[in-house]
């Protein structure tokens, strides 16, 4: 099974500030990978699909990026309902698997 | 309007079993790939199995294979985890998802939450 070690598993950040989360497959799978953000108590939500792609009703301050086997979620301002879990998430093959998470904190 | 709405959950003593439903709404059921995906509690998501739209083609996690079996009722818009042998670390909330192909995960469920304990 392919493995997704994302990194950081926690940050502080301030309102306004950019935010970066990475996620790296233990092998290539081109750009087959979705980013997800979970508020406690709530199911998870689609932000990025197809590694760059803006889900519809995502705010434009989230963005993604990469291929292959490393991957980048950004927040280019954060705003106080960012502050939430994120999850990346590959679909190249089955098992489908998540990254361990980051949680994003107020400072 | 999409609705994904499990139900089923519960207490389940170690080695017993419990099938969840998930009943959906709000798109044509038979056309799109379902998921569970189950989260223990103050951990992280795992992905747990899916099945095609018509049910002839099953994945699983390697963590419940052989345990857990997906399975679907296109009539009646329903998908279902039946879950035998259950452990200790199978206590989590049981998610059902809707997949989209090259797209993910679009819309979920409420979440179910499964304790396994004695």
């Known amino acids: 099974a392919i493995q997704m070690t994302q990194s950081p598993s926690s940050l502080s950040a301030s309102v306004g500030d950019r935010v970066t989360i990475t996620c790296r497959a233990s092998?290539?799978?081109?750009?087959?990978l979705g980013w997800y953000q979970q508020k406690p108590g709530k199911a998870p939500k689609l932000l990025i699909y197809?590694?760059?792609n803006l889900q519809s009703g995502v705010p434009s301050r989230f963005s993604g990026s990469g291929s292959g086997t490393d991957f980048t979620l950004t927040i280019s301002s954060l705003q106080p309902e960012d502050f939430a879990t994120y999850y990346c998430?590959?679909?190249?093959?089955?098992?489908?698997?998540f990254g361990g998470g980051t949680k994003v904190e107020i400072k | 309007e999409v609705q994904l709405l499990e139900s089923g959950g519960g207490l389940v003593q170690p080695g017993g079993s419990l099938r969840l439903s998930c009943a959906a709404s709000?798109?044509?059921?038979?056309?799109?790939?379902m998921s569970w995906v189950r989260q223990a509690p103050g951990k992280g998501l795992e992905w747990v199995s899916g099945?095609?739209?018509?049910?002839?083609?099953?994945y699983y996690a390697d963590s419940v294979k052989g345990r857990f079996t997906i399975s679907r009722d296109n009539f009646k818009n329903t998908l279902y985890l039946q879950m035998n042998t259950l452990r200790a670390e199978d206590t989590a909330d049981y998610y059902c998802?809707?997949?989209?192909?090259?797209?993910?995960?679009?819309?979920w469920g409420q979440g179910t939450l499964v304790t396994v304990s004695s």
């Open positions: 709000g798109f044509t059921f038979s056309s799109y790939y």
């Open positions: 092998q290539g799978i081109r750009n087959d």
């Open positions: 099945i095609s739209g018509s049910g002839g083609t099953t």
């Open positions: 197809a590694a760059s």
């Open positions: 998802a809707k997949w989209v192909i090259d797209m993910g995960f679009d819309y």
């Open positions: 998430l590959h679909d190249y093959n089955y098992p489908l698997t």
